[in-house]
């Protein structure tokens, strides 16, 4: 399913679905509730700390990082690091989609909504953090500019997403500071 989330080639619909199905196990994951992932409560991901999580937070780290590129402006498309050892990683490619101009409408809720699945687990928040999620949340807050059929639902996910980052605490250091205070500010109103 992640193969089928990130590559480009690959139709809109059948990458929507994987990561929609992708969420919905992860979701419903124990492993990934229950894995021990950093050393410390604020620990930071050090060197090869991928190799040490599971297949399962690899899963979870991977849904973050397409969802942040899509959220972005890229195309989700995921290179897979060989360097890193034999579990690899997988970093945001960018570029352009194809299809991402007819699937347009289509490509924010489905990020959103995957975002903030798997920022349900306190082990992705950093990582989300890390990536300048508050940056791409905040553009998304804003009632005006969404599209009227999505629009509901990609405020509410947004507003979760930053809601569910708040309770990391370098993440809600981050979100007081100027440039990413316009999502404190989009939140009231």
């Known amino acids: 399913l992640t193969r089928l989330m990130v590559n480009a080639k690959n139709g809109w619909f059948v990458r929507e679905k994987a990561s929609f199905i992708l969420c919905v196990l992860l979701s419903k994951s124990e492993i990934l509730r229950n894995e021990s992932f950093y050393s410390g409560e604020e620990g930071e991901e050090g060197e090869g700390e991928e190799q040490r999580c599971s297949e399962v937070m690899q899963t979870a780290r991977t849904v973050v990082r397409w969802s942040i590129d899509l959220l972005g402006g890229g195309d989700g498309s995921l290179v897979s690091d060989a360097s890193n050892g034999e579990g690899g990683t997988m970093t945001i490619q960018g570029g352009g989609d194809g299809n991402r101009e007819e699937n347009e409408e289509r490509v924010i809720p489905t990020a959103i909504h995957a975002l903030a699945s798997v920022l349900q687990h306190r082990k992705t928040r950093p990582l989300a953090r890390n990536l300048g999620a508050y940056k791409l949340i905040a553009p998304l807050m804003d009632s005006e500019k969404s599209n ?5 639902q990609v405020l509410y996910e947004a507003a979760l997403c930053a809601w569910l980052l708040s309770f990391d605490a370098k993440a809600r250091k ?10 404190v500010r989009k939140l009231i109103n």
């Open 148 to 152: 009227p059929n999505s629009r509901v």
């Open 174 to 183: 981050q979100a007081l500071k100027i440039e990413n205070a316009i999502v």
